[in-house]
C-alpha cells in the first residue's frame, strides 16, 4: 500500500501569472506543488497532506488581509518561500502562516516571512518544526501593534531551531507548551527575545538574544534546561526567571544588560557555571531560596547583586564562584579564599536607595563606613555569602565576549 502511495504521488508546477490556490485544490494527499519565482497575491488554504516547495524563492502576498497562508491538514511542509504581508487584525490573529489545530506536524523550513502581523500562529498542533527561517514583523508598527514572531499555544514537542527573528513584539512567545527544543534561534530587536510561560520540560540551548527590551523571559515553567546561550545588550534584563522550578541554569553568558538576571520565587533550581558580566546588576534576587548557585563568574558588574531579601543566603559549593571584587587572599594555594565573601553592605543598600551616593564610592567617608559595617555586626545587612569563593574565573570566554558586546554597545565597561 505504501508503494502504491508513492506511486501516484505527482508534483505540480506553478508559473508566474497562475494561481498557487488552484494547483493546491487540484492535489491530491501526498504531491509536491513546485512554485517558479514570481510574486503571487494570494491568501491560500492548505488542506491537504503536501509539500509547497519555492524555487528561487517566490512570494506569496496576502494583501494586508486574513492569513497570508493557513494550514489545516497535518503533516504539510512549506519550504522555500516568501511569506508576507498579512493582515493586521490582532484579534483574528492575522498571520503569515496560521498553523490551527489539528495540523499536527506541519514543518516550514528556509522561508522569509516578512511584513506579517504574526510571523506563525502555531496552535494545538503538536511535533511542529520551524527551521531555519526568516522572520520580521511590521517593523513599522509601535510594539504594542505587532505581534509576535512565533506564537506557540497549547503544544507538545515542538522544534523551534536555527531562525532569525527580529522586529516584532515577542521574538517567541510560548503558552502552554511542553516538550519543546528551542536551538540556535538568533533574536534581536524586539520587546522580550523570548516569552515564556505555563510550559514544561523544555530545552532552551545555544541562543543569542541582544537589543531587545528583555532578553529571556521564563515565568510560571518548570523542568526547563537552559544551556549554552548568549543574552547581550538588552535593556533590561538578560535573563528573566520568575516562578521557577526545578530548572538547570547553565553555561549561559549574561553580559551587557541593565541586570544579568532577574530571579523572583525560584526554588529547587541550579545555576551553574554561568558568566554574569559587565551588567549594571549582576543578580537581581528577591523571594529565590532552596536553589544552588556554584561555578559562576561574576566580573566586573557594578553591583554583582541586589539582595532584597531578609536573611542571609549560602551560595557556592565545590567549584565555588569567582566575584571580582573580592578582596580576600588565599594563603593555602587551593584556588579557594580564606575569608568570605559578602555580596552586599550597607553602602551598597544605600546606593540602592540613593542613586547620587554612588558618586562617592571611592571617597574616605564611603570606604570608612564599609569598615564600620564590616566591624560593627549590628550595621550588618542580609546578604548573598560565600565562604570560600574561587580566586580565578572558571570561564575563558568571556574577555572574547566582552570584546563584542563592547563593540556593539559601545557604553558598556
Request: charged fraction near 25%; hydrophobic fraction near 35%.
Amino acid at each position: 500500500m505504501a508503494l502504491a502511495g508513492q506511486a501516484t504521488a505527482a508534483t505540480l508546477t506553478v508559473r508566474p501569472g497562475e494561481s498557487i490556490q488552484a494547483a493546491l485544490d487540484r492535489a491530491e494527499n501526498g504531491d509536491v506543488i513546485e512554485v517558479q519565482r514570481a510574486r503571487y497575491r494570494e491568501n491560500l488554504r492548505i488542506d491537504k497532506t503536501i509539500t509547497l516547495r519555492g524555487i528561487e524563492r517566490p512570494t506569496v502576498d496576502g494583501g494586508g488581509k486574513d492569513d497570508t497562508i493557513r494550514v489545516i491538514a497535518p503533516d504539510v511542509v512549506i519550504e522555500g518561500m516568501i511569506v508576507a504581508n498579512s493582515g493586521d487584525n490582532r484579534y483574528k490573529q492575522n498571520a503569515g502562516i496560521y498553523v490551527q489545530p489539528g495540523a499536527h506536524r506541519a514543518k516550514v523550513q528556509h522561508c522569509y516571512l516578512a511584513y506579517n502581523l504574526f510571523g506563525m500562529w502555531i496552535e494545538k498542533a503538536d511535533d511542529v518544526q520551524v527551521l531555519h527561517n526568516n522572520i520580521t514583523g511590521k517593523r513599522d508598527y509601535d510594539s504594542p501593534r505587532r505581534g509576535n514572531g512565533i506564537q506557540l499555544y497549547n503544544t507538545k514537542g515542538a522544534r523551534i531551531i536555527g531562525n532569525q527573528i527580529s522586529f516584532v513584539r515577542d521574538a517567541l512567545y510560548i503558552d502552554v507548551s511542553h516538550h519543546a527544543i528551542f536551538q540556535k534561534n538568533n533574536l534581536h530587536h524586539s520587546r522580550y527575545g523570548t516569552h515564556y510561560m505555563n510550559s514544561y520540560y523544555n530545552l532552551w540551548e545555544d541562543n543569542d538574544t541582544w537589543k531587545n527590551q528583555a532578553g529571556l523571559a521564563l515565568m510560571e515553567v518548570r523542568d526547563q534546561t537552559i544551556r549554552n546561550n548568549r543574552a547581550w545588550n538588552n535593556i533590561d534584563h538578560g535573563i528573566m526567571l520568575r516562578t521557577l522550578q526545578d530548572a538547570v541554569v547553565e553555561n549561559n553568558i549574561v553580559m551587557g544588560n541593565k541586570r544579568g538576571f532577574f530571579v523572583y520565587d525560584v526554588e529547587f533550581t541550579k545555576m551553574l557555571g554561568n558568566v554574569v558580566a559587565d551588567n549594571y546588576t549582576g543578580v537581581h534576587l528577591a523571594g529565590a531560596a532552596r536553589n544552588t548557585w556554584d561555578g559562576n563568574d561574576f566580573i566586573q558588574n557594578r553591583l554583582q547583586v541586589k539582595y532584597v531579601l531578609t536573611r542571609d543566603q549560602q551560595w557556592g559549593g565545590p567549584e565555588g564562584n569567582y566575584w571580582s571584587n573580592y578582596r580576600g587572599w588565599d594563603r593555602d594555594h587551593d584556588g579557594r579564599g580564606d575569608i568570605p565573601y559578602e555580596a552586599n553592605d550597607i553602602v551598597d543598600r544605600l546606593s540602592w536607595r540613593y542613586p547620587a551616593v554612588q558618586m562617592l564610592l571611592g571617597s574616605p567617608a564611603v570606604q570608612a563606613l564599609r569598615l564600620v559595617g564590616q566591624q560593627f555586626p549590628v550595621l550588618r545587612v542580609p546578604s548573598v555569602v560565600e565562604d570560600h569563593p574561587r580566586m580565578l574565573p572558571r570561564s575563558t570566554e568571556w574577555a572574547k565576549w566582552r570584546a563584542r558586546v563592547q563593540k556593539e554597545n559601545p557604553n558598556v565597561r
